[in-house]
T-cell receptor, first 113, second 110 residues
Framework: ETGVTQTPRHLVMGMTNKKSLKCEQH?????MYWYKQSAKKPLELMFV???????ENNSVPSRFSPECPNSSHLFLHLHTLQPEDSALYLC????????????FGSGTRLTVV | GQQLNQSPQSMFIQEGEDVSMNCTSS?????WLWYKQDPGEGPVLLIA?????ELTSNGRLTAQFGITRKDSFLNISASIPSDVGIYFC??????????FGTGTSLTVIP
């Protein structure tokens, strides 16, 4: 596998469920990101991990909980979500601060019912 | 956060036509990126720009880093159906995250 891989591609969950999104990068990058993409809105940065340490949390509700066990893997744990959390969740990775750009995964399309 | 304004929001063009879109910011950036996102996929990097006035091409795509460092432009020449998608700009202040525009949706009519 190459690039950034996200699973699952699609997820439907109830508001009381707990689920996790997974991201894996095969690029040897040392930073990983979670973004939320909603219709008609810019990409919203949720979390940044650099060298496996969280360096930025853009005031994301606690119902989203990230985990970065190593430099290649990133998870987003979800619990008691709201319908307005339905969106495309994108994972990205970069080397350093990403001056050469971020490499994105294909995303997980999340629907909260 | 920083706000990047992309225009136009959407474009409908005939195959073979040239396309121009731009991105403006109230802040000065040191790096500009242009991405394309196909339906159901993540954004893919097209062009990266690092210097004011820089003009960089990638096939039929050409992007420019505005001399004020507050804007960037993307041109596509002789559009083809596979150019359909959403084009995003992104700007970075050194030591900071990238900020993304709202995107320009391109439809190419055969």
């Amino acid at each position: 596998e190459t690039g950034v891989t996200q699973t699952p591609r699609h997820l439907v969950m109830g508001m009381t469920n707990k689920k996790s999104l997974k991201c894996e990068q095969h690029l040897g990058h040392n930073a990983m990101y979670w973004y939320k993409q909603s219709a008609k809105k810019p990409l919203e940065l949720m979390f940044v991990y650099s060298l496996e340490e969280r360096v930025e949390n853009n005031s994301v509700p606690s119902r989203f909980s990230p985990e970065c066990p190593n430099s290649s893997h990133l998870f987003l744990h979800l619990h008691t979500l709201q319908p307005e959390d339905s969106a495309l969740y994108l994972c990205a990775s970069s080397q350093g601060q990403g001056g050469y750009g971020y490499t994105f995964g294909s995303g997980t399309r999340l629907t909260v019912v | 956060g920083q706000q990047l304004n992309q225009s136009p929001q959407s474009m409908f063009i005939q195959e073979g036509e040239d396309v121009s879109m731009n991105c403006t910011s109230s802040s000065i950036f040191n790096t500009w990126l242009w991405y394309k996102q196909d339906p159901g996929e993540g954004p893919v990097l097209l062009i990266a720009l690092y210097k004011a006035g820089e003009l960089t091409s990638n096939g039929r795509l050409t992007a420019q880093f505005g001399i004020t460092r507050k804007d960037s432009f993307l041109n596509i020449s002789a559009s083809i159906p596979s150019d359909v998608g959403i084009y995003f700009c992104a700007g970075q202040i050194p030591g900071n995250q990238f900020y993304f525009g709202t995107g320009t949706s391109l439809t190419v009519i055969p």
